[in-house]
Protein backbone atom coordinates (compact mmCIF):
# COMPACT_ATOMS: atom_id res chain seq x y z
CA UNK A 1 0.00 0.00 0.00
CA UNK A 2 2.83 2.54 0.69
CA UNK A 3 4.72 1.60 -2.31
CA UNK A 4 1.11 2.56 -4.45
CA UNK A 5 1.15 6.04 -2.14
CA UNK A 6 4.50 6.84 -3.28
CA UNK A 7 4.14 5.87 -6.79
CA UNK A 8 1.17 7.71 -7.10
CA UNK A 9 3.14 10.94 -5.73
CA UNK A 10 5.71 10.18 -8.02
CA UNK A 11 3.25 10.32 -10.93
CA UNK A 12 1.44 13.30 -9.71
CA UNK A 13 4.70 14.92 -9.37
CA UNK A 14 5.19 14.53 -12.82
CA UNK A 15 2.84 14.87 -14.25
CA UNK A 16 1.73 18.52 -12.51
CA UNK A 17 4.05 20.36 -15.08
CA UNK A 18 2.66 18.79 -17.87
CA UNK A 19 -1.01 20.01 -16.86
CA UNK A 20 0.29 23.76 -16.26
CA UNK A 21 2.93 23.92 -19.14
CA UNK A 22 0.34 25.42 -21.18
CA UNK A 23 -2.04 26.94 -18.16
CA UNK A 24 -2.29 31.17 -19.02
CA UNK A 25 0.14 33.88 -16.96
CA UNK A 26 -1.69 36.63 -15.45
CA UNK A 27 1.24 39.89 -15.06
CA UNK A 28 0.60 43.58 -14.72
CA UNK A 29 1.59 46.09 -12.62
CA UNK A 30 0.25 48.94 -10.34
CA UNK A 31 2.22 52.85 -10.87
CA UNK A 32 0.48 55.73 -8.47
CA UNK A 33 1.51 59.04 -8.53
CA UNK A 34 1.46 62.22 -6.39
CA UNK A 35 1.54 65.13 -8.21
CA UNK A 36 1.91 68.65 -7.85
CA UNK A 37 0.74 69.70 -11.25
CA UNK A 38 0.85 73.50 -12.77
CA UNK A 39 -1.42 73.75 -16.01
CA UNK A 40 -0.74 77.64 -17.07
CA UNK A 41 -4.74 79.29 -17.42
CA UNK A 42 -6.21 75.95 -16.38
CA UNK A 43 -6.98 76.37 -12.38
CA UNK A 44 -9.48 73.38 -13.07
CA UNK A 45 -6.95 70.94 -13.89
CA UNK A 46 -3.72 72.28 -11.23
CA UNK A 47 -3.28 71.74 -7.82
CA UNK A 48 -2.26 68.26 -5.85
CA UNK A 49 -3.33 65.06 -7.78
CA UNK A 50 -3.12 61.30 -7.15
CA UNK A 51 -2.99 59.53 -10.36
CA UNK A 52 -2.46 55.90 -11.91
CA UNK A 53 0.26 56.21 -14.55
CA UNK A 54 -0.60 53.25 -16.59
CA UNK A 55 -1.64 50.16 -14.28
CA UNK A 56 -2.76 47.49 -16.00
CA UNK A 57 -3.37 43.60 -16.00
CA UNK A 58 -3.10 41.05 -18.76
CA UNK A 59 -3.49 37.28 -19.29
CA UNK A 60 -0.96 35.80 -21.76
CA UNK A 61 -0.02 32.20 -22.84
CA UNK A 62 0.78 30.12 -25.15
CA UNK A 63 0.48 26.13 -26.59
CA UNK A 64 2.91 24.06 -28.09
CA UNK A 65 1.51 22.60 -31.35
CA UNK A 66 3.93 20.08 -32.29
CA UNK A 67 6.70 20.48 -35.02
CA UNK A 68 8.18 23.25 -33.59
CA UNK A 69 4.93 25.24 -33.92
CA UNK A 70 2.73 26.98 -31.12
CA UNK A 71 -0.19 29.16 -30.97
CA UNK A 72 -0.03 32.79 -28.50
CA UNK A 73 -2.08 34.84 -27.26
CA UNK A 74 -2.69 37.91 -24.89
CA UNK A 75 -5.55 39.60 -23.45
CA UNK A 76 -4.06 43.15 -21.33
CA UNK A 77 -6.25 45.93 -19.86
CA UNK A 78 -4.92 49.51 -18.46
CA UNK A 79 -7.01 49.75 -15.71
CA UNK A 80 -7.90 53.28 -14.15
CA UNK A 81 -7.29 52.55 -10.26
CA UNK A 82 -7.96 56.48 -9.33
CA UNK A 83 -11.10 56.40 -11.30
CA UNK A 84 -14.43 55.55 -9.69
CA UNK A 85 -16.61 56.21 -12.63
CA UNK A 86 -17.69 53.10 -14.55
CA UNK A 87 -19.24 55.55 -17.65
CA UNK A 88 -15.64 56.72 -18.21
CA UNK A 89 -14.05 53.36 -18.68
CA UNK A 90 -11.96 51.95 -15.83
CA UNK A 91 -10.35 49.28 -18.47
CA UNK A 92 -8.87 50.36 -21.23
CA UNK A 93 -7.96 47.65 -23.96
CA UNK A 94 -4.19 47.37 -24.73
CA UNK A 95 -2.37 44.85 -26.87
CA UNK A 96 -4.36 41.90 -27.27
CA UNK A 97 -4.14 39.33 -30.20
CA UNK A 98 -3.98 35.49 -30.73
CA UNK A 99 -1.19 34.09 -33.37
CA UNK A 100 1.17 31.35 -34.51
CA UNK A 101 4.95 30.80 -33.94
CA UNK A 102 7.56 29.14 -35.24
CA UNK A 103 10.76 29.18 -37.45
CA UNK A 104 9.00 31.75 -39.83
CA UNK A 105 8.64 34.13 -36.96
CA UNK A 106 5.48 35.35 -35.57
CA UNK A 107 1.65 36.74 -36.93
CA UNK A 108 -0.69 37.44 -35.46
CA UNK A 109 -4.12 39.41 -35.38
CA UNK A 110 -5.73 41.93 -33.08
CA UNK A 111 -4.94 45.42 -31.53
CA UNK A 112 -1.22 46.14 -30.73
CA UNK A 113 1.33 48.77 -31.21
CA UNK A 114 2.30 49.85 -34.83
CA UNK A 115 5.88 48.38 -35.58
CA UNK A 116 7.04 52.21 -35.84
CA UNK A 117 5.51 51.94 -32.06
CA UNK A 118 7.29 49.33 -31.34
CA UNK A 119 10.60 49.96 -32.16
CA UNK A 120 11.46 53.20 -29.64
CA UNK A 121 14.09 53.51 -27.69
CA UNK A 122 13.98 52.66 -24.25
CA UNK A 123 11.77 55.31 -22.29
CA UNK A 124 12.98 56.50 -18.52
CA UNK A 125 9.88 57.92 -18.20
CA UNK A 126 7.55 55.57 -19.89
CA UNK A 127 4.28 55.99 -18.51
CA UNK A 128 4.98 59.29 -16.62
CA UNK A 129 2.36 61.43 -17.56
CA UNK A 130 3.84 64.29 -19.23
CA UNK A 131 7.01 62.88 -19.62
CA UNK A 132 6.07 59.78 -21.35
CA UNK A 133 6.73 60.12 -25.59
CA UNK A 134 2.94 61.14 -26.41
CA UNK A 135 3.22 64.48 -24.60
CA UNK A 136 6.94 65.05 -25.14
CA UNK A 137 5.96 64.62 -28.75
CA UNK A 138 4.17 68.36 -28.87
CA UNK A 139 0.87 67.14 -30.60
CA UNK A 140 2.60 66.57 -33.72
CA UNK A 141 1.25 63.45 -35.78
CA UNK A 142 -2.19 63.04 -37.95
CA UNK A 143 -3.43 60.99 -34.90
CA UNK A 144 -1.83 63.55 -32.31
CA UNK A 145 0.18 61.20 -30.26
CA UNK A 146 3.26 61.09 -32.05
CA UNK A 147 4.20 57.52 -33.38
CA UNK A 148 2.61 55.71 -29.84
CA UNK A 149 -0.38 54.55 -32.14
CA UNK A 150 -2.02 51.15 -30.91
CA UNK A 151 -4.42 49.91 -33.50
CA UNK A 152 -7.17 47.61 -33.87
CA UNK A 153 -7.81 45.05 -36.63
CA UNK A 154 -4.37 44.55 -36.94
CA UNK A 155 -2.66 41.57 -39.38
CA UNK A 156 0.87 41.71 -37.73
CA UNK A 157 4.16 39.65 -39.11
CA UNK A 158 7.73 39.56 -36.79
CA UNK A 159 10.61 37.87 -38.13
CA UNK A 160 12.98 35.62 -36.89
CA UNK A 161 16.39 37.27 -36.48
CA UNK A 162 19.36 37.20 -38.83
CA UNK A 163 22.48 38.37 -38.14
CA UNK A 164 20.72 40.52 -35.59
CA UNK A 165 18.64 41.63 -38.05
CA UNK A 166 14.93 41.96 -37.13
CA UNK A 167 11.62 42.75 -39.46
CA UNK A 168 8.27 43.86 -38.76
CA UNK A 169 5.95 44.76 -40.33
CA UNK A 170 1.60 45.03 -39.70
CA UNK A 171 -1.02 46.22 -42.14
CA UNK A 172 -4.53 47.71 -40.85
CA UNK A 173 -7.53 47.85 -42.84
CA UNK A 174 -9.63 51.04 -41.51
CA UNK A 175 -13.19 48.97 -40.62
CA UNK A 176 -15.30 52.05 -40.11
CA UNK A 177 -13.50 54.95 -37.53
CA UNK A 178 -11.01 52.77 -36.22
CA UNK A 179 -8.42 55.94 -36.04
CA UNK A 180 -10.27 58.88 -36.81
CA UNK A 181 -13.66 60.55 -35.82
CA UNK A 182 -14.43 61.03 -40.21
CA UNK A 183 -14.48 57.95 -42.38
CA UNK A 184 -14.96 57.59 -45.97
CA UNK A 185 -17.04 55.40 -47.74
CA UNK A 186 -14.63 53.52 -49.70
CA UNK A 187 -14.08 49.63 -48.92
CA UNK A 188 -11.46 48.87 -46.32
CA UNK A 189 -8.60 47.10 -47.58
CA UNK A 190 -5.39 46.07 -45.70
CA UNK A 191 -3.56 48.94 -47.35
CA UNK A 192 -5.54 51.49 -45.09
CA UNK A 193 -2.76 51.87 -43.12
CA UNK A 194 0.90 49.92 -43.02
CA UNK A 195 3.83 50.02 -41.14
CA UNK A 196 7.05 48.23 -41.61
CA UNK A 197 10.20 48.47 -39.16
CA UNK A 198 14.07 47.26 -38.91
CA UNK A 199 15.84 46.45 -36.35
CA UNK A 200 19.62 45.57 -35.14
CA UNK A 201 20.27 44.36 -32.02
CA UNK A 202 18.74 44.45 -28.45
CA UNK A 203 17.39 47.18 -26.74
CA UNK A 204 18.23 45.82 -23.51
CA UNK A 205 21.94 45.85 -24.40
CA UNK A 206 24.75 46.93 -26.27
CA UNK A 207 23.91 48.75 -29.42
CA UNK A 208 20.08 49.18 -30.97
CA UNK A 209 19.00 50.60 -34.04
CA UNK A 210 15.93 50.61 -35.29
CA UNK A 211 14.01 52.32 -38.18
CA UNK A 212 10.46 52.45 -39.19
CA UNK A 213 7.43 54.13 -41.20
CA UNK A 214 4.04 54.40 -40.64
CA UNK A 215 1.69 55.25 -43.50
CA UNK A 216 -2.23 55.89 -43.39
CA UNK A 217 -4.27 56.39 -46.63
CA UNK A 218 -6.87 58.87 -46.94
CA UNK A 219 -9.64 56.21 -45.75
CA UNK A 220 -7.74 56.21 -42.40
CA UNK A 221 -7.50 59.68 -42.06
CA UNK A 222 -11.06 60.46 -43.26
CA UNK A 223 -10.27 63.09 -45.58
CA UNK A 224 -10.37 62.17 -49.78
CA UNK A 225 -6.96 62.79 -50.95
CA UNK A 226 -5.43 63.30 -47.30
CA UNK A 227 -2.28 60.65 -46.34
CA UNK A 228 0.16 61.32 -43.67
CA UNK A 229 3.68 59.83 -43.23
CA UNK A 230 5.22 58.93 -39.89
CA UNK A 231 8.93 58.44 -40.15
CA UNK A 232 10.82 56.80 -36.98
CA UNK A 233 14.87 56.63 -36.35
CA UNK A 234 16.38 55.16 -32.61
CA UNK A 235 19.85 54.68 -32.11
CA UNK A 236 20.87 53.93 -28.48
CA UNK A 237 23.93 52.23 -26.74
CA UNK A 238 23.43 50.60 -22.96
CA UNK A 239 25.90 48.60 -21.46
CA UNK A 240 26.93 48.07 -17.41
CA UNK A 241 24.51 50.97 -15.56
CA UNK A 242 24.09 53.24 -18.54
CA UNK A 243 21.28 54.04 -20.79
CA UNK A 244 22.13 56.44 -23.62
CA UNK A 245 19.57 56.83 -26.04
CA UNK A 246 17.93 59.46 -29.28
CA UNK A 247 15.41 58.93 -31.46
CA UNK A 248 14.26 61.04 -34.88
CA UNK A 249 10.98 61.28 -35.73
CA UNK A 250 9.64 62.91 -38.67
CA UNK A 251 5.86 63.70 -39.41
CA UNK A 252 4.61 64.65 -42.97
CA UNK A 253 1.79 64.56 -45.74
CA UNK A 254 -1.05 65.79 -47.04
CA UNK A 255 -3.64 65.72 -44.28
CA UNK A 256 -0.88 67.07 -41.77
CA UNK A 257 0.96 69.36 -44.33
CA UNK A 258 -0.41 72.82 -43.47
CA UNK A 259 -1.30 72.60 -39.67
CA UNK A 260 0.37 72.52 -36.80
CA UNK A 261 0.50 68.59 -36.55
CA UNK A 262 3.48 68.33 -38.97
CA UNK A 263 7.02 68.61 -38.43
CA UNK A 264 10.35 66.74 -36.57
CA UNK A 265 11.04 65.80 -33.16
CA UNK A 266 13.97 64.52 -31.43
CA UNK A 267 14.12 62.70 -28.49
CA UNK A 268 16.83 61.88 -26.04
CA UNK A 269 17.15 59.72 -22.62
CA UNK A 270 20.04 59.56 -20.61
CA UNK A 271 20.58 57.32 -17.57
CA UNK A 272 23.06 56.10 -15.18
CA UNK A 273 22.04 53.12 -12.52
CA UNK A 274 24.27 52.95 -9.40
CA UNK A 275 23.51 50.59 -6.57
CA UNK A 276 19.67 50.95 -6.33
CA UNK A 277 19.86 54.79 -7.70
CA UNK A 278 19.11 55.72 -11.32
CA UNK A 279 19.25 59.45 -12.14
CA UNK A 280 17.90 60.15 -15.56
CA UNK A 281 16.88 62.92 -17.99
CA UNK A 282 14.95 63.65 -21.04
CA UNK A 283 14.78 66.24 -23.48
CA UNK A 284 12.60 66.57 -26.44
CA UNK A 285 12.66 69.36 -29.06
CA UNK A 286 9.59 70.06 -31.18
CA UNK A 287 10.39 71.62 -34.60
CA UNK A 288 6.88 72.50 -36.42
CA UNK A 289 6.17 73.39 -39.89
CA UNK A 290 3.52 75.35 -39.39
CA UNK A 291 2.49 77.61 -36.08
CA UNK A 292 -0.93 77.20 -35.04
CA UNK A 293 -3.56 78.83 -32.70
CA UNK A 294 -2.90 76.08 -31.08
CA UNK A 295 1.01 74.96 -31.33
CA UNK A 296 4.40 76.10 -31.81
CA UNK A 297 7.69 74.67 -31.54
CA UNK A 298 8.90 74.00 -28.21
CA UNK A 299 11.62 72.44 -25.96
CA UNK A 300 9.96 69.94 -22.98
CA UNK A 301 12.19 67.72 -20.51
CA UNK A 302 11.89 65.66 -17.82
CA UNK A 303 14.60 65.02 -14.84
CA UNK A 304 14.25 61.84 -12.10
CA UNK A 305 15.49 59.59 -9.83
CA UNK A 306 14.61 55.98 -9.45
CA UNK A 307 15.27 54.06 -6.33
CA UNK A 308 14.83 50.31 -6.46
CA UNK A 309 13.19 48.79 -3.70
CA UNK A 310 13.29 45.30 -5.27
CA UNK A 311 13.20 43.16 -8.12
CA UNK A 312 9.86 44.32 -9.13
CA UNK A 313 9.38 47.33 -6.96
CA UNK A 314 10.76 50.58 -7.88
CA UNK A 315 9.84 54.42 -6.42
CA UNK A 316 10.55 57.47 -7.83
CA UNK A 317 10.62 61.33 -8.18
CA UNK A 318 9.88 63.15 -11.44
CA UNK A 319 9.73 66.61 -12.26
CA UNK A 320 8.20 67.37 -16.05
CA UNK A 321 7.61 70.45 -18.32
CA UNK A 322 5.65 70.04 -21.37
CA UNK A 323 5.51 73.81 -23.52
CA UNK A 324 2.14 75.05 -25.19
CA UNK A 325 0.70 71.69 -24.12
CA UNK A 326 -3.07 71.11 -23.38
CA UNK A 327 -3.51 72.50 -27.47
CA UNK A 328 -2.95 76.24 -25.95
CA UNK A 329 0.13 78.46 -27.56
CA UNK A 330 2.41 79.51 -25.04
CA UNK A 331 0.54 77.53 -21.35
CA UNK A 332 2.91 75.25 -19.81
CA UNK A 333 2.32 72.34 -17.92
CA UNK A 334 4.55 71.20 -14.72
CA UNK A 335 4.56 68.55 -12.88
CA UNK A 336 6.63 67.16 -9.71
CA UNK A 337 5.74 63.16 -9.25
CA UNK A 338 6.97 61.34 -6.25
CA UNK A 339 5.40 57.57 -7.06
CA UNK A 340 5.53 53.68 -6.51
CA UNK A 341 5.50 51.14 -9.58
CA UNK A 342 4.92 47.57 -8.41
CA UNK A 343 5.28 44.46 -11.15
CA UNK A 344 4.00 41.52 -11.09
Do not use: C, W
Amino acid sequence: MKKNVIALAIASAIAAPVAMADAPTVYGQVNMALEQVDVDGNDAKSGTQVNSRASRLGVKGSEDLGNGLKAIYKLEFEVEIDDNNYDNGVLKARNQYVGLAGGFGTVLMGRHDTPTKMIQAKDLFNDAGLADNKPMAGGLGAFGGGMENRVSNVLAYVSPEFGGVKLIAAMVPQEGANMTVAANDEESSLSDLYSVALTYGSSKKGLYLAAGMDQASDQTIGTDGAEASHMRLVAQYATGGLIANAMYQDFSGDAIEDTSKGGTNIQANLGYKMGKFMPKAKISMVDIDKDAAANEDATNYAVGLNYSFGKKTTGYVEYASIENSKGVKDADTNAVSVGLLHKF
